[in-house]
C-alpha cells in the first residue's frame, strides 16, 4: 500500500490530479486474446506523449464484460508494470458478484494499484436503493483498505443522490466518484464534499468548464485523452494545463479548436457501436485498437470509410500553431 487506510482520502487529494483515461483493451484479431504487446505500447504511448495524468483500467471501456476474472488481473498487471512512477491507475472492480469485487479489489491492492473504482450495481426489483448502496459501499471499504472510487451511471438503473454519495463519501477509504449525471447532480455533490471527495465525470466537453467554475483538479475519465491528442497536438493537454495556471481564455481558444474532431468523432460513431468506433479511430491515430468481442459488434467496411473520411478532414495532428497563436 502507498498509504495508510486512514490516509486514502488525503493520499488522493494530493496525487489524483490532471487528465486520466478510461484504456481500451486491444484484442488479437485472429484468436480474440487480449494483446498484450499492444497494450504496453499504448500505454508507454499515452504516458510518454500525450502527457496523460493516468489510467482508468478494465472497465466498461475496456470490455470488463467480456472479461474473465484472470483476464482483468492480467491488465491490472499489466498497467502496474507500465505506469510505475510514471503515471496513476484506478482499477475497475465492478461487477455484479460481490466476491469478484472484493477479489479483484484485493489483487489491486496487492500488486500497488493506488485506487480501485466500484460502479453501483444493477439492483433487480428494488423501488428505493439508498440504504442498499450505502451497505454495498460500506462492505467493500471495510474488507480493502486501498482507496476507493464510486461511479453512478444511468445504466445501472438509478442515479446516486448527491446526498447519498455524500453521505458514502464519509467512510474513510471513499475518495472519488466518477459521476455520470447531469451537471446539477455533480455541481452540488462538489459542493457538499469540497476536500473529501473528488468529483469528476467522463464528458470531455464539461471539463473545461468544471476546471473553471467548479474548481475540479480530475478527468475520470474516457477515452478521448487519447482519440483527441497526437504526440505533435496535445490540445487537450494543453488547454487542461492552461485553465489550471488560470490562463483561461487562451485555454478556452484551445478547447473551442478542438470541435472539428470531436463532431468528426460524434458524427461518425455508430450508436451500437462506441468500442469499435474507439478502437479504429485509434487505429487511424497509429495506435493499437483491433477487434472487440461479443456481444460488441465491429464497424463494417461503410462505417469505416466514413470515419477515415472524417478523421482526415478533421484537423488532428495539423493545428496546434493555430490554435495557440
Known amino acids: 500500500m502507498l498509504y495508510r487506510k486512514a490516509d486514502a482520502k488525503a493520499y488522493a487529494q494530493e496525487k489524483m490530479r490532471g487528465i486520466w483515461a478510461a484504456a481500451l483493451t486491444p484484442f488479437a484479431a485472429d484468436t480474440l486474446a487480449i494483446d498484450e504487446k499492444a497494450l504496453r505500447a499504448n500505454l508507454r504511448h499515452w504516458i510518454d506523449d500525450l502527457g496523460i495524468d493516468g489510467f482508468f483500467i478494465a472497465g466498461k471501456q475496456g470490455e470488463f464484460f467480456s472479461l474473465s476474472i484472470a483476464e482483468r488481473k492480467r491488465l491490472m498487471e499489466i498497467a502496474i508494470d507500465e505506469a510505475g512512477t510514471k503515471a496513476g491507475t484506478i482499477m475497475s472492480c465492478s ?31 428494488l423501488r428505493a436503493q439508498d440504504e442498499t448502496l450505502y451497505e454495498y ?27 447519498l454519495c455524500a453521505r458514502i463519501a464519509e467512510l474513510p477509504n471513499i475518495v472519488a466518484i466518477k459521476y455520470s449525471v447531469p451537471r446539477e447532480m455533480y455541481a452540488r455533490l462538489t459542493e457538499l464534499t469540497r476536500g473529501k471527495l473528488i468529483v469528476s465525470t467522463a ?7 468544471n476546471i473553471v467554475d467548479l474548481g475540479w483538479q480530475l478527468y475520470l475519465c474516457s477515452s478521448p485523452p487519447y482519440l483527441l ?14 485553465a489550471f495556471a488560470g490562463e483561461v481564455a487562451a485555454a478556452r481558444k484551445i478547447r473551442d479548436s478542438l470541435d472539428p474532431v470531436r463532431h ?11 468500442p469499435a468506433h474507439g478502437k479504429f ?10 477487434p472487440v468481442r461479443r456481444p460488441m459488434l465491429n464497424l463494417s467496411d461503410a462505417e469505416k470509410a466514413a470515419t477515415r473520411a472524417a478523421f482526415a478532414a478533421c484537423g488532428l495532428g495539423t493545428a496546434t500553431a493555430e490554435a495557440a497563436e
Not at 464528458?203 to 468548464?209: M, V, Y
Open 137 to 163: 459501499y460500506k462492505y467493500i471499504c471495510e474488507r480493502v483498505d486501498i482507496g476507493i472510487a464510486m461511479w453512478s451511471h444511468p445504466d445501472s438503473g438509478y442515479l446516486m443522490s448527491p446526498e
Open 281 to 290: 479511430w485509434q487505429e487511424l491515430l497509429g495506435q493499437n485498437g483491433g
Open 203 to 209: 464528458s470531455e466537453e464539461e471539463w473545461f468548464d
Open 95 to 125: 461487477d455484479q458478484n460481490m466476491d469478484v469485487v472484493i477479489e479483484l479489489a484485493k489483487l489491486a491492492q496487492a500488486i500497488g494499484a493506488p485506487y480501485i473504482v466500484v460502479h453501483a450495481p444493477v439492483l433487480h426489483f
Open 229 to 242: 491528442q497526437t504526440k505533435h497536438d496535445r490540445r487537450m493537454r494543453d488547454y487542461t494545463d492552461l
Open 264 to 274: 468528426a468523432i460524434k458524427s461518425t460513431a455508430p450508436k451500437e457501436k462506441p
